[in-house]
Nanobody, 115 residues
Framework: QVQLVESGGGLVQAGGSLRLSCAAS????????MGWYRQAPGKQRELVAG???????NYLDSVKGRFTISRDNAKNTVYLQMNSLKPEDSAVYYC?????????WGQGTQVTVSS
């Protein structure tokens, strides 16, 4: 069974950048679409960005132009480059397939953006 481990979060000032990584213990090639999700306190988890096996990307409107999702099937890793970060981007970020599957939720990585 594939396990997903997120890393790369941290505390950053508004306008700063972070790069998140999602390392899979097994092949992610079988997942047609991989995604990054986030959940802020008191809010529902939302899909931030997704990328198909063929490289087609989709983004939440609020992050378009600022976030870039990529995947390296050979390394079984998915990335999220986040630029021009805003305080409202603060959340725990998770990766999972799209649509998500409960068994693949990991611990996530905390992103905190200070104003």
């Amino acid at each position: 069974q594939v396990q997903l481990v997120e890393s790369g979060g941290g505390l950053v000032q508004a306008g700063g950048s972070l790069r998140l990584s999602c390392a899979a213990s097994g092949s992610i090639f079988s997942f047609n679409t991989m995604g990054w999700y986030r959940q802020a306190p008191g809010k529902q988890r939302e899909l931030v960005a997704g990328i198909t096996r063929g490289g087609i990307r989709n983004y939440l409107d609020s992050v378009k132009g600022r976030f870039t999702i990529s995947r390296d099937n050979a390394k079984n890793t998915v990335y999220l480059q986040m630029n021009s970060l805003k305080p409202e981007d603060s959340a725990v970020y998770y990766c999972n397939s799209v649509p998500s599957q409960p068994r693949y939720w990991g611990q996530g990585t905390q992103v905190t953006v200070s104003s």
